[in-house]
């Protein structure tokens, strides 16, 4: 991992496009001011399989497996120890991509990564707000829109809204699917397909790229 210290990196995944140019980025990663951000959820104990859940080196929680973070997080990162403990725990459990993130970057009392957030307040805070709210948070799962404070990946689940086609469980992007995409303040799309309605991709690579 000594590697990416002194390396840049801007990976996407293969299936994502972006949705703001190089310069539009740079100007909300200012805004940003050096924080990260990433999907927060519950972990699901199943996940760890036949391991203890006790014997992770932090506390888990679920996530997206894209995040956004800031360079000083990156290189607290890449020389902890507790980064190679946690990658060996989540060895051989099930979707271990989407245990890293959230985890690495939630725990800050334990982990001080900079620019983390306390992964198990924002929970707390989230679940007190569906207890108070009922009627609006039952809206709010109902039309499956995206976090609003995890803007890294626009990630769609409403096959009703879907103009492309689904794959396990979420929308592959179509050509009908650009404007509405356009729109959105997320930095990258998942997903489209280069075997699927192609024009899409390459629309919005040259839109952005």
Known sequence: MNCSITST???????????KTN??????????????????TLFQPKRVRSKRIEAAPLPLFKSSLSATLP??????????????????FLQNTSIPDESFWATLTGNTETFPVPGGVDAARWVEYREQYRR???????????????????????????????????????????????SHLIDKPHLVAHKLYIDFEPAAYFCGLKTYA
């Open 132 to 178: 108070d709210h009922k009627k609006e948070f039952a809206q709010y799962q109902a039309e499956r829109n995206p976090m609003r404070y995890y803007l890294s990946r626009y990630q769609l689940w409403d096959h009703r809204r879907c103009r492309g086609k689904m794959s396990s469980g979420s929308c592959v992007f179509g050509v009908a699917d650009i």
């Open 71 to 88: 360079r000083a997080a990156v290189d607290y990162i890449v020389k902890s120890s507790e980064v190679r403990k946690l990658l060996k």
């Open 23 to 40: 310069l539009e980025m740079v100007e909300i990663f200012k805004q940003w001011n050096n924080t990260v951000n990433t999907e927060i």
């Open 9 to 19: 990196f801007q990976y996407l995944s293969g299936v994502d496009i972006p949705l």
